[in-house]
Every structure is written in structure tokens, then in C-alpha cells.
């Protein structure tokens, strides 16, 4: 199985901030990663596939990057509607695997 | 407007079956992967499995091979997950998820279920 480490599993941050999360992959997954963000009570949504690839309607302020094993996801001048807990998974193969979660609080 | 629509809470007992569904519409239902995710109170999310609705072709992750059922009756666009013995350790939040190719692009509201003695 491919092993996600997300870091960190928390973080505190103000609006405006610049906020990076990362994910390490066990073994190299092409780019083969999506990011999920979920807000309390509400079902995850697909904000980043294919390590970049911005979906359609989700703000410019999210972006991502990486390769081989290491990945991140950046969001620039953080509004207050992100505050959320954001996870990555990898779709190299199956069995699909997550991280394990960041929760972006308000400082 | 494709939707994935679940069936409501469920309270069990340990030991009873239950049964959840999750309806897709606004797409062609056959054409695309469903999957199931897990979330325990507090905890992240774990992949279950997916479907292949046009053909029930099925994949399991080993973490939940023998402990659940997959099915889907593309008749009427519905996906089941399906448990045959509930444990107080199934208590959770359950999610479907279409697969597009590989990513789950759309997800229902989620069911919750509880059990407990």
C-alpha cells in the first residue's frame, strides 16, 4: 500500500495568510494526487487533481505542486471560508489512499 | 447537475444487518466508478471500496474485504454498501463517491451510522 504523511496535522493562521501543506508518499506516485477539503459536517470536495490541476470553480488561491513522493498544497491571503480540514490522496494504485488530514484553525 | 443522494441515519444494534444506498443522477450512472469512504468520529478518511455499475465489477481494499458488501442496481441508479453483523466499531460517517477517471469528483451528503447496544 502507498503510505501518505501529511504534515502538519494542524495548523493556526490568520486571513491572509500564505498557508502550505504537505504530503509525502511512500513510494512515487506520478502525480497521481488530489486534494479534498472538508468543512465540519459537510462531505470532502475535490479542490486539486493530477497534483495541479485546479477544478473548475474552486478559487485561484488554491494551487498545488510537486512530484515523485512529495507533494503541496498552497493557499495564498487565506480567506475565512477555508478555514477546514484538507486532506490528500493518492490514486497511483489501489488500494486509494488519504493523509491523514491538516485542520487549517483561525489564529 | 450530477448528485449523489444517500439514505438517511441509522441507528443499530451489534449483530443486526443494515443496508445503505446512494442514488446517482445528472450522469450516466454506468459509466462511472462509485466508492465508498469511511469516517470515524474525529478521524480521517479510509477508501472501502468501489464499484464498476455497469458490469459490478468490484474492488475491496484489504482493510475492508470480508467485513462489507458492495453492490449497485443500475436500474435504478443505486449503489449499496451492506453490512451483515454491525460492530460498535462501524459506528461512522459513510460516503459515496463517484470516480472520475481516478479522484473521487462528486460526493454524497453522507450517512451516519450508529451502534450501539
Known amino acids: 500500500d502507498v503510505q501518505m504523511t501529511q504534515s502538519p496535522s494542524s495548523l493556526s493562521a490568520s486571513v491572509g495568510d500564505r498557508v502550505t501543506i504537505t504530503c509525502r508518499a511512500s513510494q512515487g506516485i506520478s502525480n497521481s494526487l488530489a486534494w479534498y477539503q472538508q468543512k465540519p459536517g459537510k462531505a470532502p470536495k475535490l479542490l486539486l487533481y493530477?497534483?495541479?490541476r485546479l477544478v473548475s470553480g474552486v478559487p485561484s488561491r488554491f494551487s498545488g505542486s510537486g512530484s515523485g513522493t512529495d507533494y503541496s498544497l498552497t493557499i495564498t491571503s487565506l480567506q475565512s471560508e477555508d478555514f477546514a480540514t484538507y486532506y490528500c490522496?493518492?490514486?497511483?494504485?489501489?488500494?486509494?489512499?488519504f493523509g491523514a488530514g491538516t485542520k487549517v484553525e483561525i489564529e | 447537475e450530477v448528485q449523489l443522494v444517500q439514505s438517511g441515519a441509522e441507528v443499530k444494534k451489534p449483530g443486526e444487518s443494515l443496508k445503505i444506498s446512494c442514488k446517482g443522477s445528472g450522469y450516466i450512472f454506468t459509466s462511472y466508478w462509485i466508492g465508498w469512504v469511511r469516517q470515524m468520529p474525529g478521524k480521517g478518511l479510509e477508501w472501502m471500496g468501489i464499484?464498476?455499475?455497469?458490469?459490478?465489477?468490484?474492488r475491496y481494499s484489504p482493510s475492508f474485504q470480508g467485513q462489507v458488501n458492495i453492490s449497485a442496481d443500475k436500474s435504478i441508479s443505486t449503489a449499496y454498501l451492506q453490512w451483515s453483523s454491525l460492530k460498535a466499531s462501524d459506528t461512522a460517517m459513510y460516503y459515496c463517491?463517484?470516480?472520475?477517471?481516478?479522484?473521487?469528483?462528486?460526493w454524497g451528503q453522507g450517512t451516519l451510522v450508529t451502534v450501539s447496544s
Open positions: 463517491a463517484r470516480i472520475s477517471p481516478y479522484y473521487f469528483d462528486y
Open positions: 464499484i464498476y455499475p455497469g458490469d459490478s465489477d468490484t
Open positions: 490522496q493518492q490514486y497511483y494504485n489501489t488500494p486509494l489512499t
Open positions: 493530477a497534483a495541479s
